[in-house]
Structure formats: C-alpha cells, structure tokens
C-alpha cells in the first residue's frame, strides 16, 4: 500500500493548515503539497510542492505515479460567490477535480479519498433549523448544485466500484493563517480584519442572518478523523453532515465588541445575502458523532479570542511595513 498524501489545493484555505498538521503528524516528505501557484514560505519550505492543475487528468497521474501517492485530499474549489459570477467555470472545475480523482481511485491508483461537501448542498425548501443529515436538497447556487451532485457521484463510486471515499459538509470555516476566497461565509473572517485594521466593518450579510460555522482547527480535526476512521465506521458515503456553532452577524459582532470597545458595524447586504438566505442556520450532525465520535472544540467566544490574538501581529507588521 503507498502511504504518500497528496493535498489539491495545498495553499487554500484549508489546504494550507490541512498540509502543515499532517507533515507534523506524518513526517514531510509524506505530504506533497499541490496547487495551482506556489503557497507561502511555512508550506513552501516544509515539504514537497508540486504545481499542478487537477482539472487535467494525466498531470494528475504522473504527480500521484512519481510519487507513489496512495491517498488524495481534494481541497480545490470555486467558492459560492465566485461561482456565481462564473458558472461554468465553477461547474468544470469543481466537477472536472473530482472525476479525475474519483477515476484514479477506481483504477486502484489510490487507495483512499477525501473531498470536501458543504451546508450548500441545502436550499430554501429544506428544514431551516437542525437541518438533518438525510433532508430535501434542492440547492439554487451553482456551488451547491456542483457540491450536491459531487455527493451522489462519490456514493455512487463506492457502491458501485468500491472506492473508499469520505466527505463532510463544511459549514463555513473561520481562520486567520490564510485568507479565504469567494465564499459567503467569509464576512465571518473579513470582519476581524477590518476590526482590528479600521475599527469598522461594512457587513454583506443582514444582522440577523444566522449560519452554521466552524473554527478551522476543527474542520482539519474532523478532516483527518473521518480520513483515519475505520472503513466500517464510514456509513455515508455521500457526505456526513458536521457542525460546531451557529450565529449571526450581530452575535459576532456583540462578540468582538467584548473585546474591542469601539469597534462599529453597518449592513450593507449584496447578492450573498440570497446565498445565505437559501443556507440552513444549524446543522444536526448526530450521524458523524455517533458513526465516528465527531466532537468541537471551539465556542463563539473562543474563536473569537484566538482570532483577534491570531490577526493582531500581522495587522501591526503591516503598519511597520
Ligand atoms: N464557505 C462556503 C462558501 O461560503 C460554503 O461552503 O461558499
């Protein structure tokens, strides 16, 4: 069995914490890193780096041929904005990834997948609150019709190929080491940036717009536990609902506040409003904490304390610089 990672996607926001806590817990040279362009210096001099765009199936093959590569993260990904504004492009790539990856499985090229689903795979008509892993699903964005019909192609796979692929839904992830790009949920992160650099923050979504989310050292938890989980324990191979918290933008804010006294906000809502209006506000994920033992860390006022000491110092070397 090879035991090399690739990660698709290495300098993202997931991909690049998702690279450097494996190369601790696996050794470097196990991880190769992967991207389109080239990542910062901490993913860079770690370890392995290839450039590769996953959309072209035999560059794919050579990176995981020459590198012995037995399991695949797919971390790439048109966001939900970004897809909005380019349909097609983000249909193809979001597609066009994960049937290259999916294909190599079923020619036991590799032997294990992870790709990532998301809280977008829900629309207006499923139910709004604890929203359960087995629902209506009738996305309205681009994003979420591409996350949804991945889910079907990976149960699917298995079934009927026997691949060993895992997938969550994320909710939205909030961190700080690197900048998200294209999603909804990314208010949740600009709006420490913009606390912290200008002491206001004009928000895209309504004040009482609640979404699930996630502090990023959970996901790469979540990520990698489902990833090291006995196949058995691995009931859905669609994509296993997964949640933390749920707030508003009003409830981060009243939370920042605590922090920082003067810190003022406006809500200017744009065309993400209606992606978030078509998102469920919580999540039940009693499935992946019964099949897997699934189980969060942070609270709102955690994140919020580790984002403001996280921010912090790069805001002021900015300053410097
Ligand atoms: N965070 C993603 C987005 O907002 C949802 O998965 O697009």
């Known amino acids: 069995m090879n035991s090399k990672i690739l990660i698709i996607g290495a300098c993202g926001q997931i991909g690049s914490e998702l690279t450097l806590k494996l190369r601790e817990e696996h050794g470097n040279d196990f991880i190769i890193a992967s991207d389109i362009r080239e990542g910062d ?3 860079m001099s770690s370890g392995p780096f290839e450039i590769l765009d996953a959309t072209d199936d035999s560059a794919l093959e050579d990176v995981v041929m020459h590198y ?4 695949i993260y797919l971390m790439a990904a048109m966001l939900s904005a970004t897809s909005e504004k380019f349909p097609m492009k983000g249909w193809n790539l979001n597609m066009k990834t994960l049937f290259n ?9 590799i032997n294990k997948v992870f790709w990532p689903s998301s809280i977008a795979v829900f629309g207006p008509s499923t139910p709004k609150f604890d929203t359960p892993q087995n629902t209506i699903m009738e996305p309205t964005t681009v994003y979420g019709i591409s996350k949804q019909t991945g889910e079907r192609w ?3 796979y298995h079934k009927r190929y026997g691949v060993d692929v895992r997938s969550l839904r994320y909710p939205g992830l909030i961190s700080y080491k690197t900048q998200p790009g294209g999603g909804t949920t990314d208010y949740a992160i600009e709006i420490f940036h913009e606390a912290l650099k200008k002491g206001h923050y004009d928000c895209f979504i309504s004040e009482n717009t609640a979404l699930p989310m996630m502090y990023m050292d959970d996901a790469i938890e979540a990520t990698i536990k489902i990833m090291r989980a006995p196949a058995s324990e691995i009931k859905v191979r669609s994509s ?7 707030f508003t933008p009003d409830e981060l804010y009243q939370s920042i506040k605590n922090h920082l006294k003067d810190f003022q906000i406006e809500y200017h809502p744009d065309f993400r409003q209606e992606i978030a209006d ?29 984002m403001i000491e996280g921010i912090s110092p790069k805001i002021s070397l900015d300053f410097e610089g």
């Open 68 to 71: 012995e590569i037995g399991e």
């Open 154 to 156: 990976c149960h699917y």
């Open 278 to 306: 078509s998102w469920p506000s919580s999540i039940d994920d009693t499935a992946a904490r019964n099949d897997w033992g699934w189980r969060h860390k942070y609270s709102l006022e955690k994140i919020t304390q580790e």
């Open 101 to 109: 990856v999916l294909n190599l499985a079923k020619d036991f090229k």
């Open 41 to 43: 210096d901490a993913l």
């Open 240 to 246: 296993y609902n997964v949640s933390a918290i749920s």
